[in-house]
């Protein structure tokens, strides 16, 4: 999804916010490619953060796990062409699902799990 929005010719607006937690930077799944399509799609059509529940002390980005105030702070609010694309384990699934409903998403028609 995020190489064919950022390399589609004929999108210029789609805007594209990862927010992606691990445990830690070893277990970031295809890091290279991800920061490539950030460098290609510009910080006006792409944000990411990387969070790490168990990141060192000197982890540029967010420690711990993720919970309200990141979704608020990296994803977009609510709207109606907006989509919230999420893979994640069960628990977490059911934690992020909750706060978006509370944050006025629909789930049923904007959130995808897979």
């Known amino acids: 999804m995020l190489r064919g929005i950022v390399h589609d ?6 805007t594209v916010h990862v927010l992606n937690a691990n445990k830690t930077e070893a277990d970031i799944l295809m890091r290279a490619e991800l920061d490539e399509l950030e460098q290609l799609a510009g910080s006006a059509r792409y944000s990411q953060h990387l ?5 060192p002390a ?11 105030e990141h979704l608020e702070r990296y994803l977009p609010p609510a709207a109606q062409d907006a989509l919230v694309l999420m893979c ?16 006025g998403w629909d789930l049923s028609t904007q959130v995808v799990v897979f």
């Open 9 to 14: 010719p004929d999108d210029s607006t789609t």
């Open 88 to 103: 994640a384990p069960p628990a977490m699934q059911d934690m992020v699902s909750a706060h978006l409903a509370e944050m």
């Open 58 to 68: 000197d982890w540029p980005s967010s420690r711990g796990r993720v919970g309200r």
């Open 51 to 55: 969070v790490l529940s168990q990141g």
